[in-house]
């Protein structure tokens, strides 16, 4: 099987690294972050989390990255070439449909937030807490449920048509954009917060950690947030590594991503938290913290005038990170599929949507119609569930074994040093190679266990 087919490439260093940086930052960071943050009590939740992003967030992309480019193909062969096993291409399959399974569902949120961008610009997240909350409820329930699907059916065809245009038209282009327009935006939003009154209490639950009330879920839920956010184990980090030039520096992009992503996060943070604070909202609302608390801050922490124009900025930028996420979950399918069945990139980017438009419809109709889903679930938690549970840690530990068990020494490190060009010092050496070999595995495996077992 000839295993280098592809003839894309990011065209600059800077834009590979937008690309996935762009991938790593989305919902994840704006909208599951803070809520976890707030649910697990503030400080001492993101110092665990800032550790587990820099070990095993970074070790875990490395080997990702190794593998993508060492394939220079789409994940099926990049596995099967660096296992020199075909069974590996198990790990391309698993990839696939946990890729178009998280776009499913995700793009469900993305389309809540596209509406509240809409509904932002009209004028109608603003008003009283009632107004907003019977907004949302409606938007989940059986009145206005098929305005959700169809908004989640629309965001899925906005990343089709980006996709569709190319590595580098598309994704790389869109995230040239949209990633510094995203964090410049946070920044401003971030600034306006913290000068609100009584905004340092907030800063405080960010950055004043209380390690008495961390527990072994803190660990569990810390671990979770850095794979979520760094889109590890659906090999969309092997797919977007395939795009990568021979000369970058693999390690430097992971470190730069890791720091890329936990910025973001904390911008999000320090956005949510100073404002809910200063308003007196409970920092451990939930999912639908910004949904439900986020108009409500900003209609009484800002002016009328401000407060119409930081919503339409805060939901626009929602809508920014969410897409450069989908458009990478997406492109792990049209990769895969337009290689391997030898059509074009249309063709192929059209089955992934269809399958994702049928699937992001289920799962948001199972809001209203909960018989949609198994075990007392609806489709919507199921298959974040499923993913988050079981797929993406089998792809993160599989891809760890392989790198660090299975591929041939010679190989792995050609790819971190870019065929000799980027020197490394035998202690950071030893160090990766421990990680991959043993902390990773073995830490995955108890999040695995105690996901499986122990939570419900
Ligand atoms: N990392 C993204 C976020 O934080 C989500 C995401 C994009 C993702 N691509 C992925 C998650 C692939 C898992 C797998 O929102």
């Avoid at 405080?204 to 839920?221: A, G, I, N, Q, W």
Wanted: net charge positive; aromatic share 14%.
């Amino acid at each position: 099987m000839k295993a280098d087919i592809n003839k894309n490439f990011f065209a600059t260093q800077i834009g590979s690294i937008l690309a996935t940086a762009g991938s790593a930052v989305g919902l994840g960071n704006i909208w599951r972050f803070p809520t976890v943050t707030g649910q697990n009590g503030g400080a001492e939740f993101i110092l665990i989390y800032l550790f587990f992003n820099v070990f095993l967030g970074v070790t875990c992309m490395m080997t990702e990255f190794i593998v993508g480019r060492n394939g220079a193909s789409n994940p099926l062969r990049a596995y099967i070439k660096a296992g020199n096993n075909k069974s590996w291409g198990i790990m391309g399959i698993l990839a696939i449909l946990c890729g178009s399974l998280i776009l499913s569902f995700y793009s469900v949120v993305a389309g809540w937030c596209v509406y509240y961008l809409y509904l932002a610009i009209t004028g109608g997240v603003l008003g009283s807490f009632d107004h907003i909350q019977s907004t949302f409820s409606a938007l989940i329930g059986e009145k206005d449920i098929y305005i959700c699907c169809a908004i989640s059916v629309f965001f899925v065809i906005i990343t089709h048509v980006i996709v569709v245009q190319g590595v580098q038209k598309g994704i790389e282009r869109a995230a040239k954009y949209m990633v510094p327009m995203l964090i410049l935006l946070l920044i401003a939003l971030g600034v306006a917060s913290s000068s609100l009154p009584g905004a340092w209490r907030g800063l405080e639950f960010l950055f004043k950690p209380d390690f008495s009330k961390v527990t072994m879920h803190t660990f569990y839920e810390a671990m979770s947030m850095a794979f979520f956010s760094l889109s590890l184990g659906t090999a969309c980090l092997v797919t977007y590594a395939s795009y990568f030039r021979k000369d970058a520096n693999i390690g430097k992009f992971a470190l730069q991503i890791s720091i890329i992503d936990v910025v973001v996060a904390i911008l999000a943070g320090i956005t949510i938290f100073p404002a809910a604070f200063s308003v007196g909202v409970e920092p451990d609302a939930g999912p639908s913290l910004i949904f439900l608390t986020i108009p409500n801050v900003f209609t009484q922490a800002f002016s009328p005038t401000a407060g119409y124009y930081l919503s339409i900025l805060f939901y626009f930028l929602l809508v920014l990170a969410a897409l450069t996420s989908t458009i990478s979950m997406h492109e792990i399918g049209t990769s895969l599929l337009s290689q391997e069945m030898k059509t074009s990139r249309t063709v192929a980017g059209t089955l992934v949507t269809i399958f994702c438009c049928i699937m992001g419809t289920l799962c948001a109709l199972s809001f209203s119609h909960p018989n949609i889903g198994v075990m007392g679930s609806t489709l919507f938690d199921n298959l974040d569930s499923v993913t988050s549970k079981v797929f993406m840690p089998i792809g993160a530990f599989a891809t760890c074994m392989l790198v660090g068990w299975v591929m041939s020494r010679k190989t792995v490190m050609r790819q971190l040093t870019s065929n000799n060009r980027y020197a490394w010092s035998r202690p950071t050496l030893r160090t990766f190679f421990f990680l991959v070999k043993f902390v990773c595995p073995i830490l995955i495996g108890i999040i695995f266990v105690v996901n499986i077992f122990f939570t419900n």
